[in-house]
């Protein structure tokens, strides 16, 4: 198994390893293979997702795409980092060991679990209330 260059230095150097301060959503997501956690916190202002950090054990696939994954949901909308896919984290990344895949395949759904909390607290009269 071959982890590119570009992989092992964001998993050496992740920018976006932090915990937020009153996160408007919070995603949280288990590797059921390797028992491993993501945690993954957004800040929404106006619709766009403002700031962003995770915090993972996960390998350095699940780190690497964590940090690709946040990279490319902040500043964008709501709707806008919904449609991240596996396929803009391996480009990011020039390439995923197949056996890798389902690791990063797991920072999308914590994001995806962040945005539908923040969704959720929205409807109950959050601070973006509609
Ligand atoms: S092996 Fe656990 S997240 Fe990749």
Redesign the pocket.
């Known amino acids: 198994m071959e982890y590119t260059k570009q992989l092992i230095k964001r998993f050496r150097n992740p920018k976006h390893v932090k915990k937020l301060k009153n996160p408007d959503g919070i995603g949280e997501v288990g590797?059921i293979t390797?028992g491993?956690v993501m945690h993954l916190e957004i800040k929404v202002d106006k619709d766009k997702i403002t700031d962003i950090g995770f915090q993972t054990f996960?390998?350095p696939?699940?780190v690497a795409s964590l940090d690709v994954v946040c990279e490319l949901a902040k500043g964008k909308t709501i709707k806008q980092a919904k449609k991240i896919s596996k396929d803009n984290i391996i480009k990011t990344l020039k390439s995923m060991p197949p056996i890798?895949v389902h690791?990063s395949v797991?920072g999308i759904e914590a994001l995806k679990r962040a945005i539908s909390n923040y969704n959720q607290k929205n409807k109950k009269g959050g601070k973006n209330g509609k």
């Open positions: 590797n390797c491993d996960g390998c696939a699940a890798k690791c797991l």
